[in-house]
């Protein structure tokens, strides 16, 4: 009896701190004094560290609020620093506000910062505190970074998440590179220490402004490639979709367009069903050798040719041009960073090492050098599942 009691007297002693411990809002955060950071940007200055941030005031039940440029809903603000958090300590010189980023989700870094000193700082200054989000994706920029902030967003609230819409739509075309910081660092560290991001552009259309689809905009000019944290050169949309298909990126639903007979007009389009890649490695005293199949399944979404596509052999003739177009693709890719930039972009690096794991004891340059003299052997096959309502091209005068 003495010992259920004494239980009781425990467990409501327990309950009790418990409860103190769990009342209260110690670290809140009022609407009224934060800004809430959705992307930031970083430019090359020699004397100091620059960033720029596009913040949302949240007490703000509509957007329409001036922010220091004259945009609306959205604020944007330049500091420099000594380091990056010293920058951001220098925002509240300029926003009686707190900066909250954990809602920060983009990442801009300019060529010339990329280049010259690379993305280490950056990535360093988002991984170290657990307030930033390591899932931001980072993107680099033609011109300065800052540039494309202060371009008015066409469609979305601000340009922060208008960058981010079209990354995240331009992806599904299999001539972009969606990373997050973590996927970019993981890969940095791995055996190729080769990573890819996004690049972008603003592209000036000409007319007003406010309109979309004129004035100056945003656009995707295929990929950023970086070695040990420092950008080494650049994929244009169409050699990215080359690495994208040895990466195992090409999703279902892609579209692949190509000519139906060699030397021909393009004149197919298919979407894809299912994209089956099998990549086995081999390591030889005498060399490398990477051996790809690719299995893809789909249906034809527009046809111009003239041909009966009930004929098999015009079906079959179609199948082959569109294995053919996908190992150009891939061959293209290949000739670049193998004779060009001289980097694995393809990951082959991880596929060796899962199977040899001497590999993981190479440094990144002698990796890099079994890579130079890598052999490459493509197989692809297409198989056509359907073909549409209409079993021929439109008639042509």
């Known amino acids: 009896m003495r010992s259920a009691k004494r239980k009781a007297i425990i467990m409501l002693l327990i309950i009790q701190i418990f409860s ?21 940007a970083q430019d090359f200055d020699e004397s100091a560290k620059q960033i720029t941030i596009v913040g949302i005031d949240p007490s703000q039940k509509q957007a329409g609020k001036e922010g220091s440029k004259g945009t609306s809903g959205y604020s944007i603000y330049s500091v420099k620093g000594k380091n990056l958090f010293d920058a951001e300590k220098n925002l509240a010189l300029l926003t009686p506000r707190n900066e909250f980023w954990s809602h920060c989700d983009l990442i801009l870094v300019s060529k010339e910062q990329a280049q010259k000193e690379g993305v280490r700082d950056m990535l360093g200054f988002f991984s170290r505190d657990y307030s930033r989000r390591s899932t931001a994706t980072l993107i680099v920029t033609e011109g300065r970074a800052d540039e494309m902030f202060f371009s008015t967003p066409s469609e979305s609230q601000n340009p922060a998440q208008e960058i981010l819409d079209i990354q995240r739509f331009v992806g599904k075309s299999g001539k972009a590179i969606n990373k997050s910081i973590y996927e970019f660092m993981a890969e940095t560290e791995a055996v190729t220490g080769v990573s890819l991001v996004g690049f972008y552009t603003i592209k000036d259309f000409g007319g007003d402004p406010n309109i979309s689809g004129r004035g100056k905009e945003k656009q995707a000019q295929g990929t950023a490639v970086f070695k040990d944290y420092k950008l080494i050169g650049q994929l244009t949309p169409e050699e990215t979709l080359g690495v994208n298909w040895l990466r195992e990126d090409i999703l279902p639903g892609f579209a692949i367009t190509f000519p139906s007979q060699k030397n021909g007009p393009v004149d197919v389009s298919l979407v894809t069903d299912s994209v089956k890649t099998k990549i086995e490695p081999f390591l030889t005293a005498t060399g490398s050798i990477v051996k790809v ?19 098999e052999k015009v079906f079959k003739a179609i199948e082959q041009a569109c294995s053919e177009q996908i190992k150009r693709d891939i061959s293209i890719s290949w000739e670049k960073c193998q004779q060009e930039l001289e980097v694995d972009a393809f990951r082959l690096g991880d596929k060796f090492s899962n199977k040899y794991k001497t590999v993981l004891e190479l440094s990144q340059q002698e990796w890099q050098e079994i890579f130079l003299d890598m052999k490459l052997e493509l197989n692809v096959k297409t198989t056509i599942r359907g073909s549409g309502l209409r079993r021929e091209g439109p008639k042509r005068g």
């Not at 769990?22 to 009224?32: A, I, K, M």
């Not at 199949?293 to 004929?311: F, P, S």
């Open 20 to 40: 103190c411990l769990l009342t209260g809002c110690w670290d809140r955060q009022e609407l009224n004094e934060i800004n809430i950071i959705m992307g930031v």
């Open 293 to 311: 199949e690719i299995a893809v399944t789909g249906k034809i979404i527009e046809y111009d040719g003239q041909e009966n596509l009930m004929d």
